[in-house]
């Protein structure tokens, strides 16, 4: 990408300290340290005193270097403005922790709504999540600058999401991350399930709900939505709220995710992503909290409920039931706001965000004419927008009778005609994107895999929590056919006319789908000849578009076929397209034209 055309002010920016930048680092590593030790560890009575002393000390010096930052830097322009996002995170959880200790029955009330072992228990979890929101913010520079080193935002993208699942392994390798710390996950067990939770996948060989304790499925949770919206995203959003430069290089990621065309609209379309990531999945944690029967009271209801939105909207397929959604599959308010959640984390923030911006500027009228101004929002939208919610529609309602029709004597005999209209609905939409089932997808004719597997390498809508090939590459390539069989030179849509750019893009994501798919699904019937093919090529084609459904065999795939699904999730996360260029671009770009000669084809 040539980055000559970027602002003269993207450039590399120090955040002030208080303390010393290298006392401030220590910290944080012995803080990172502390806190796996404590949570991660059976530790005896004595060892346990001396890490939670250990911090409280730690987390005193980070509240010391912010009030040594506001005494020495108070007055120089800008500061609250540059580090605003540790600012914030002192003041909330410091009088959070104030209110604690001028309220003793509020500690009461903890205890008895979170189940703890005493007063003290709250107090300790109180500090460590003090201490953890710190070390985060300043790991999160620490890879930042470590990234800025970096010139080609293919590489960036690639190691931003390689450094997650690297993190979540070791995360998930802690002894007390499983629900028996005596038997701990082994290591390929840990890479399989951070990959497929960072690269929002679902796919598992153990079982979430049993087989991670709350501190596993915290940390599946946490790696679900960092990666659902992408480490860069994350660093975004605190350059942003902070109103801080950016390297040129993390400006072109953020171009190229975004499609920001300025500086302004890059800064308006993170906090678009940010706000409505967190007010989805409040707004469906809360109404999940209401009507999901059966799963338990108080915090762990309230976990439960966040773990599943989170999941829907991040388009994770992650669940707590080893069952998935087949429990609930008459509670029609559930899978609702699940069908809900799912959908709009895979519409893409662009979408949301000219949506959003279409209908604050529509003129809204009643009376004899508003029929012809009800459409206006529409007509504002932009190209993209309307390509991405046409082809949604499109593939849900097509995806729906589909599957209604292929397995009305299949999976869906039986039931009650609202359970078969959302068994129909749900999974013509969690087949795109999340990964979720309220059927026995094993028990699927083989017509009906077929159309989950088209469903599945559609896939979602550009700049999304979901996989595939996008539902805009679709749209460009049947727009691209219909000009060749109309015998138009240029592809045209809706008095528009596509660059000839985008339409060679859209064909190479496409041809490297194909490509990785088939290699993919060759290593798997290599390695694992006793499976039958339909249901490698069923996985296969799932793990690539990060959806996460499985006809069952996850688990019984040798090491080398584990290996083969993580390298696909990765593939799909990251995009064929620019994990190719992260690889193999490196060549300047040519000056010259060789003449033209036509070839016959098809």
Same mark, same amino acid.
């Given at each position: 990408?040539?980055?000559?055309?970027?602002?003269?002010?993207?450039?590399?920016?120090?955040?002030?300290?208080?303390?010393?930048?290298?006392?401030?680092?220590?910290?944080?590593?012995?803080?990172?340290?502390?806190?796996?030790?404590?949570?991660?560890?059976?530790?005896?009575?004595?060892?346990?005193?001396?890490?939670?002393?250990?911090?409280?000390?730690?987390?005193?010096?980070?509240?010391?270097?912010?009030?040594?930052?506001?005494?020495?830097?108070?007055?120089?322009?800008?500061?609250?403005?540059?580090?605003?996002?540790?600012?914030?995170?002192?003041?909330?959880?410091?009088?959070?922790?104030?209110?604690?200790?001028?309220?003793?029955?509020?500690?009461?009330?903890?205890?008895?709504?979170?189940?703890?072992?005493?007063?003290?228990?709250?107090?300790?979890?109180?500090?460590?999540?003090?201490?953890?929101?710190?070390?985060?913010?300043?790991?999160?520079?620490?890879?930042?600058?470590?990234?800025?080193?970096?010139?080609?935002?293919?590489?960036?993208?690639?190691?931003?999401?390689?450094?997650?699942?690297?993190?979540?392994?070791?995360?998930?390798?802690?002894?007390?991350?499983?629900?028996?710390?005596?038997?701990?996950?082994?290591?390929?067990?840990?890479?399989?399930?951070?990959?497929?939770?960072?690269?929002?996948?679902?796919?598992?060989?153990?079982?979430?709900?049993?087989?991670?304790?709350?501190?596993?499925?915290? *940390?599946?949770?946490?790696?679900?939505?960092?990666?659902?919206?992408?480490?860069?995203?994350?660093?975004?959003?605190?350059?942003?709220?902070?109103?801080?430069?950016?390297?040129?290089?993390?400006?072109?990621?953020?171009?190229?995710?975004?499609?920001?065309?300025?500086?302004?609209?890059?800064?308006?379309?993170?906090?678009?992503?940010?706000?409505?990531?967190?007010?989805?999945?409040?707004?469906?944690?809360?109404?999940?909290?209401?009507?999901?029967?059966?799963?338990?009271?108080?915090?762990?209801?309230?976990? !439960?409920?966040?773990?599943?939105?989170?999941?829907?909207?991040?388009?994770?397929?992650?669940?707590?039931?080893?069952?998935?959604?087949?429990?609930?599959?008459?509670?029609?308010?559930?899978?609702?706001?699940?069908?809900?959640?799912?959908?709009?984390?895979?519409?893409?923030?662009?979408?949301?965000?000219?949506?959003?911006?279409?209908?604050?500027?529509?003129?809204?009228?009643?009376?004899?004419?508003?029929?012809?101004?009800? !459409?206006?929002?529409?007509?504002?939208?932009?190209?993209?927008?309307?390509?991405?919610?046409?082809?949604?529609?499109?593939?849900?309602?097509?995806?729906?009778?589909?599957?209604?029709?292929?397995?009305?004597?299949?999976?869906?005999?039986?039931?009650?005609?609202?359970?078969?209209?959302?068994?129909?609905?749900?999974?013509?939409? %969690?087949?795109?994107?999340?990964?979720?089932?309220?059927?026995?997808?094993?028990?699927?004719?083989?017509?009906?895999?077929?159309?989950?597997?088209?469903?599945?390498?559609?896939?979602?809508?550009?700049?999304?929590?979901?996989?595939? *090939?996008?539902?805009?590459?679709?749209?460009?390539?049947?727009?691209?056919?219909?000009?060749?069989?109309?015998?138009?030179?240029?592809?045209?849509?809706?008095?528009?006319?596509?660059?000839?750019?985008?339409?060679?893009?859209?064909?190479?994501?496409?041809?490297?789908?194909?490509?990785?798919?088939?290699?993919?699904?060759?290593?798997?019937?290599? %390695?694992?000849?006793?499976?039958?093919?339909?249901?490698?090529?069923?996985?296969?084609?799932?793990?690539?578009?990060?959806?996460?459904?499985?006809?069952?065999?996850?688990?019984?795939?040798?090491?080398?076929?584990?290996?083969?699904?993580?390298?696909?999730?990765? *593939?799909?996360?990251?995009?064929?397209?620019?994990?190719?260029?992260?690889?193999?671009?490196?060549?300047?770009?040519?000056?010259?034209?060789?003449?033209?000669?036509?070839?016959?084809?098809?």
């Amino acid at each position: 990408m040539d980055v000559s055309d970027q602002p003269p002010l993207i450039v590399p920016r120090t955040v002030p300290t208080g303390l010393p930048r290298g006392w401030l680092t220590a910290v944080s590593w012995l803080g990172a340290a502390a806190l796996a030790a404590r949570q991660g560890f059976e530790l005896p009575a004595a060892a346990g005193w001396v890490v939670d002393e250990v911090i409280v000390v730690l987390a005193a010096l980070f509240g010391l270097d912010r009030v040594m930052l506001v005494v020495r830097h108070g007055r120089k322009p800008g500061l609250w403005r540059t580090c605003l996002p540790e600012l914030l995170v002192t003041v909330g959880l410091g009088l959070g922790l104030l209110g604690l200790w001028l309220a003793p029955e509020a500690v009461a009330g903890l205890v008895r709504w979170l189940k703890a072992e005493s007063s003290r228990a709250v107090w300790r979890d109180a500090i460590e999540l003090f201490l953890l929101a710190h070390v985060g913010l300043h790991l999160l520079r620490a890879q930042t600058r470590l990234l800025g080193r970096v010139q080609r935002p293919e590489v960036i993208l690639a190691g931003s999401f390689g450094l997650l699942i690297l993190g979540g392994t070791l995360l998930l390798l802690l002894p007390r991350a499983s629900a028996d710390p005596q038997a701990p996950l082994g290591f390929l067990d840990a890479l399989f399930t951070a990959t497929s939770a960072a690269c929002v996948t679902g796919l598992t060989v153990v079982d979430t709900g049993t087989a991670l304790s709350a501190l596993g499925q915290g *940390i599946v949770l946490g790696l679900m939505q960092v990666g659902g919206l992408g480490i860069m995203v994350f660093v975004a959003f605190v350059a942003a709220a902070a109103s801080r430069a950016v390297p040129v290089s993390h400006w072109a990621v953020f171009r190229d995710l975004v499609n920001a065309r300025s500086l302004a609209e890059w800064r308006r379309l993170v906090r678009v992503m940010v706000g409505f990531t967190v007010a989805a999945e409040a707004a469906g944690a809360g109404l999940l909290y209401l009507w999901w029967p059966g799963v338990g009271e108080g915090a762990a209801r309230l976990g !439960w409920c966040v773990f599943h939105a989170v999941s829907a909207f991040c388009n994770a397929g992650f669940g707590l039931s080893n069952q998935s959604l087949a429990p609930w599959r008459a509670e029609g308010a559930v899978l609702a706001v699940m069908t809900g959640l799912i959908v709009l984390g895979g519409l893409g923030f662009p979408v949301v965000a000219d949506v959003l911006r279409a209908v604050k500027e529509t003129r809204w009228r009643r009376g004899p004419l508003a029929r012809r101004w009800r !459409w206006q929002w529409w007509r504002r939208l932009a190209l993209q927008s309307r390509l991405a919610l046409a082809t949604t529609a499109i593939l849900i309602v097509a995806g729906a009778a589909l599957f209604g029709w292929l397995e009305a004597g299949g999976v869906l005999a039986g039931m009650s005609w609202p359970e078969r209209l959302w068994g129909a609905v749900f999974q013509s939409v %969690t087949a795109r994107t999340a990964g979720f089932a309220t059927v026995d997808i094993g028990s699927l004719q083989p017509a009906t895999l077929l159309v989950l597997m088209a469903l599945m390498v559609v896939g979602a809508c550009p700049v999304s929590t979901g996989g595939g *090939i996008k539902t805009v590459t679709l749209a460009v390539l049947v727009l691209t056919l219909r000009a060749m069989v109309s015998g138009r030179r240029e592809v045209e849509v809706q008095g528009r006319a596509l660059p000839a750019g985008v339409v060679h893009a859209a064909l190479s994501v496409f041809v490297l789908y194909v490509a990785a798919a088939g290699l993919g699904c060759f290593l798997l019937a290599w %390695t694992n000849p006793a499976i039958p093919l339909r249901d490698l090529a069923f996985e296969t084609v799932s793990a690539l578009s990060t959806v996460g459904l499985s006809t069952g065999i996850t688990g019984r795939l040798d090491a080398m076929g584990r290996l083969v699904l993580c390298a696909l999730m990765f *593939i799909g996360r990251v995009g064929p397209l620019g994990l190719a260029l992260a690889v193999f671009r490196g060549a300047p770009a040519a000056r010259w034209r060789y003449p033209q000669e036509d070839l016959l084809v098809g």
